[in-house]
């Protein structure tokens, strides 16, 4: 237990202290007081030193006493601790403390503070990973019904797309001006990038694709009843197993303008043709709400058992790091612990921390890594 306290305090202390300004929205005025007495042996008459000690413990206690959420991972092999892996989570915000009392009894030095925490009131992710993005060239269709002075209406819904998103993303984001997701897709059969096991490996790069998302655009527009449809169509497709985990569709109307001898001029058409903004800006928040989620989310990743080694279709530009842990999620192999031993830009590769563990039998398993061991 020895070891363990000193490493609970030196993760609480990175994240209490590193709190103490910024991120107070996320925070009630609702502030709450423990009193709490912290000890510290002394040693070799360094009375200073026992001080600090009985701060440090003094605060540690009082993060308990406010409240904490405390998660450890212990890993052993042939029954020998190897690392343990503990987090602290404090339920409130260290806002301010008083030293109200010091002791020195000759053998101990104490402590005795109040501690002021702002409780909590909504789940933070201090250390987003934002996934990468790549928006593919939209796909466009005109109806031959639509007069050739309103014909850009697509491009111009598209562009608007793009540009809110480019805008409001935080994370890494590209465009794509030249494939759209159907052009890749055409070539499947001879396209590395539906070869599960090469993507998994890192190897989609031969398909010109390394981005965590693709994004594609389809717009098709047509008059119906004098008015000019837009219908948009937004999906968000995963590079890992390319698989959609967002689709949104919506119908876009603008009436068009009375008939006029000059209404085959284009030149006045942008305004005289109304988007819904309002509505769009939706359309494009709810793609970046999905990608926001998924840079707090736990890391995760599907193993590939290949040349005697597992692999992962994610590396660094994913958040892996060289040492970091993971385990299995489910099957008859859950809570296998799994460690990164190597890593590029966009593949890593594992080995199971128990060395009796059959990585062939590892193959083919989603794995989760381990937030306090992201190195």
């Not at 009375?47 to 009082?62: G, V």
């Not at 806002?95 to 909590?120: M, R, S």
């Not at 660094?316 to 192999?333: F, H, P, Q």
């Not at 830009?345 to 890594?369: D, E, H, V, Y």
């Amino acid at each position: 237990m020895g070891s363990v306290l000193p490493l609970l305090f030196r993760l609480f202390s990175a994240v209490l202290f590193l709190g103490l300004s910024g991120m107070a929205l996320a925070y009630d005025a609702n502030v709450s007081k423990v009193e709490v007495t912290g000890r510290a042996a002394i040693s070799d008459d360094q009375t200073q030193k026992a001080r600090r000690h009985a701060l440090e413990d003094a605060l540690y206690l009082a993060a308990l006493k406010a409240g904490a959420d405390i998660s450890g991972t212990a890993i052993t092999s042939k029954g020998i601790l190897v690392r343990d892996v503990v987090k602290l989570d404090a339920q409130g915000r260290l806002v301010d403390f008083n030293i109200v009392g010091e002791n020195n009894t000759g053998t101990h030095y104490e402590v005795k503070l109040h501690a002021f925490f702002a409780k909590k009131r909504t789940q933070s992710c201090p250390k987003p990973r934002y996934p990468s993005v790549i928006i593919m060239a939209p796909r466009l269709k005109v109806s031959s019904n639509v007069e050739a002075a309103y014909t850009p209406i697509a491009d111009l819904v598209a562009k608007q797309i793009i540009d809110k998103l480019l805008t409001a993303y935080s994370g890494p984001i590209s465009k794509d001006s030249q494939r759209s997701l159907s052009e890749v897709t055409s070539s499947s059969d001879k396209n590395l990038l539906f070869d599960y096991q090469s993507l998994q490996r890192g190897h989609s790069e031969i398909a010109g694709i390394t981005e965590d998302f693709m994004l594609s655009i389809d717009i098709s527009s047509r008059v119906k009843n004098k008015r000019l449809e837009s219908q948009v169509k937004l999906a968000l497709i995963a590079r890992d197993g390319f698989k959609p985990v967002l689709s949104h569709e919506k119908l876009f109307v603008s009436k068009l303008p009375t008939k006029t001898p000059l209404r085959s001029l284009n030149v006045f058409w942008p305004k005289t043709l109304k988007i819904n903004e309002q509505e769009l800006s939706a359309m494009v928040s709810e793609v970046g709400d999905h990608l926001r989620l998924a840079a707090c989310n736990p890391l995760e990743a599907k193993t590939v058992f290949s040349s005697g080694e597992l692999r992962l279709g994610i590396g660094s530009k994913s958040g892996v790091r060289k040492g970091s842990l993971a385990y299995i999620t489910d099957g008859s192999e859950s809570w296998t612990l799994l460690e990164v031993s190597n890593v590029t830009q966009t593949s890593a590769t594992l080995k199971p921390i128990n060395a009796m563990s059959n990585p062939k039998t590892l193959g083919n398993q989603t794995i989760r890594f381990i937030e306090g061991a992201m190195r």
